[in-house]
């Protein structure tokens, strides 16, 4: 049963938008390539003003990782983002996966949408997402030389195919002081063990029934441990176009549950009282002693 009044738990609950396009996923990379996204109908826009009503009807405030060339095409949607009180941070440009990348284009690319998302809001962008959480060892300095203070790209998981990893990242600890004032926060997974469910979002929040994810939730946040939750605009999106040629498991990755995901997404929200992962960062600081967190 959904109650009216937000719970409060000890632990912290923090929201993540990745403000992409569905011609945008993973899932459909091997069809529609970067070439054609021009073509492609553009229903971002859309999808993520829906979800900033969801939010503003619960007051909740959130961080929403916008990807470079989403930015450049729908700026407005940027500073509305930015003018309901939400953190902006990046998705990198293009959404090539970090370890398919040289060093070189991976600096080239984060710091293009970084620059995009600084000029049209007047303020620094502190977190960075990896396309597919596929995070690497690498790009870490990269990120904190570009003068980012957070990465929140690992699911600590062996479930996933495509994710990448980070060493002393795991499931029991969801936020990590990687270098001298650069932290993870990484996604939520159930643990088992070290190694985890994910249990933040994507294909799993719309294929698990609601109740018993709403069980792990408060699992979780009862551990004592913060939970980091994301998703997509394209996944409260159940009219998105059907793509031909793609692999069934994939089929299946982008569309599972699409027509249910509105709706669960809204109760989630009502359900926890909900913060963007700056403030997450910076009171995870004061609680350790941390005084350097807090840049801006
Ligand atoms: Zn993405």
């Not at 719970?7 to 459909?28: G, K, M, Q």
């Not at 650069?182 to 719309?206: A, K, T």
């Not at 249910?260 to 997450?280: G, N, S, Y």
């Amino acid at each position: 049963m959904t109650s009216m009044v937000a719970e409060r738990p000890t632990a912290e609950a923090a929201l993540t938008i990745d403000v992409e396009d569905w011609f945008h996923s993973a899932n459909l990379k091997g069809v529609i390539a970067r070439g054609v996204w021009e073509e492609c109908e553009l229903r971002v826009e859309r999808n993520t003003m829906r979800i900033l009503e969801i939010l503003d009807a619960c007051h909740a405030r959130a961080t929403f990782f916008v990807l470079g060339w989403v930015a450049e095409k729908c700026p407005q949607l940027v500073r509305a983002i930015d003018a309901a009180g939400h953190e902006l941070a990046s998705h990198g440009y293009g959404h090539e996966l970090v370890y398919s990348l040289l060093p070189s284009e991976f600096r080239s690319d984060v710091l293009r949408s970084k620059r995009c998302l600084e000029d049209l809001t007047g303020k620094s962008i502190r977190g960075y997402r990896a396309p597919c959480f596929s995070i690497t060892e690498w790009a870490i300095p990269i990120l904190q030389d570009l003068g980012f203070d957070y990465d929140s790209s690992v699911v600590p998981t062996v479930a996933h195919d495509r994710y990448g990893r980070l060493p002393g990242v795991h499931a029991g600890k969801p936020v990590v002081l990687l270098r001298d004032g650069f932290y993870e926060v990484s996604i939520s997974c159930i643990r088992l063990g070290r190694r985890g469910i994910p249990w933040g979002g994507g294909g799993y929040f719309r294929l698990i029934p609601y109740p018993v994810w709403l069980q792990g939730v408060r699992t979780i946040l009862h551990s004592g441990n913060p939970y980091i939750f994301y998703i997509h605009p394209w996944e409260i999106d159940p009219g998105q176009p059907h793509v031909a040629g793609i692999k069934s498991i994939d089929a299946f990755r982008q569309r599972v549950n699409l027509h249910r995901c509105e709706k669960r997404f809204a109760a989630l929200v009502r359900t926890f009282r909900w913060m963007p992962l700056c403030d997450l960062i910076d009171g995870w600081c004061v609680g350790h002693g941390n005084a350097r967190c807090s840049l801006n």
